[in-house]
């Protein structure tokens, strides 16, 4: 049984004690691949360090995250272009929109997010999409520029179904993280309705760790929590889930 985590922020300070355990209690899972979604100019190096240590298990992503699009954010756009343009990516991200926090710079946000699904555009990728509170603007977004060259994933989905249809009629993905163990999340109920065929899992981790260890530190080892309730809510076997979902992941990133 092979898993994958299509978003998991492994070169995070959150790990720094520990990591090569981390990846090994993975690995020891059948979980052999990691995708590393970049967040700002800070990560980038550490990202890239940890590609170059498992070049077979960790595939990064570039992109600069919406809750760090500030004042700098056109000099930051620069260094991301530089980056994505001279290196192997496995997709553009993590980008998006994020109103949860901060909606200062939610003008600056759209434009850079329109900026980064151009580039992907260009560099036939994926783009990895966080979306917390603006499901309706990156629907608006998605719909205005949505051809035969932008796909990727809704990461973290946690919409209703009519959302879910709609992404997935744009040629999304829906990624599927540790929130669908949560009890009273209601995205067991969405995702009911969705085929197996239009999910991947990932973790999220540090952040977002499935049930029984909720408000813990996360890691990729728990995606097989994550599997596990997936492949209840689907009534299949949880081998059926993994090849599934890894099946999409490799289609989606193209990787080896």
Not at 95 to 123: P, S
Not at 142 to 165: M, Q, W, Y
Request: with cysteine; charged share 25%.
């Amino acid at each position: 049984m092979m898993l994958i985590d299509t978003h998991t922020h492994l070169f995070s300070e959150q790990f720094d004690d520990d990591r090569d355990n981390v990846i090994s209690r993975a690995l020891d899972l059948g979980i052999t691949k990691f995708l590393l979604p970049n967040i700002d100019l800070k990560t980038i190096d550490a990202m890239h360090n940890l590609v170059n240590q498992y070049p077979e298990s960790c595939f990064p992503m570039m992109g600069l995250h919406p809750c760090s699009v500030k004042e700098t954010y056109k000099n930051d756009l620069d260094v991301i272009e530089s980056h994505l343009f001279s290196n192997q990516y496995v997709a553009v991200g993590e980008i998006g929109l994020d109103y949860h926090w901060d909606t200062t710079f939610a003008k600056e946000q759209k434009e850079v997010f329109v900026q980064h699904i151009e580039w992907a555009k260009q560099m036939e990728l994926p783009v990895a999409i966080h979306c917390r509170e603006s499901m309706q603007d990156i629907l608006e977004i998605l719909g205005r520029r949505s051809d035969d060259k932008l796909n990727g994933l809704l990461h973290c989905f946690s919409g209703n179904i009519e959302e879910a249809k709609q992404l997935i009629d744009l040629g999304f993905y829906l990624g599927i993280g540790g929130v669908i163990t949560f009890k009273n999340s209601g995205l067991d109920k969405v995702i009911e309705q969705v085929d197996l065929k239009h999910l991947v899992l990932e973790t999220d981790s540090p952040y977002l760790a499935p049930t029984p260890f909720r408000g813990k530190r996360n890691e990729s080892a728990y995606l097989i929590n994550v599997a596990e309730k997936l492949s209840e809510i689907k009534n299949v076997s949880i081998e059926e889930t993994a090849r599934i979902t890894s099946e999409n992941a490799q289609k989606l990133f193209n990787f080896n």
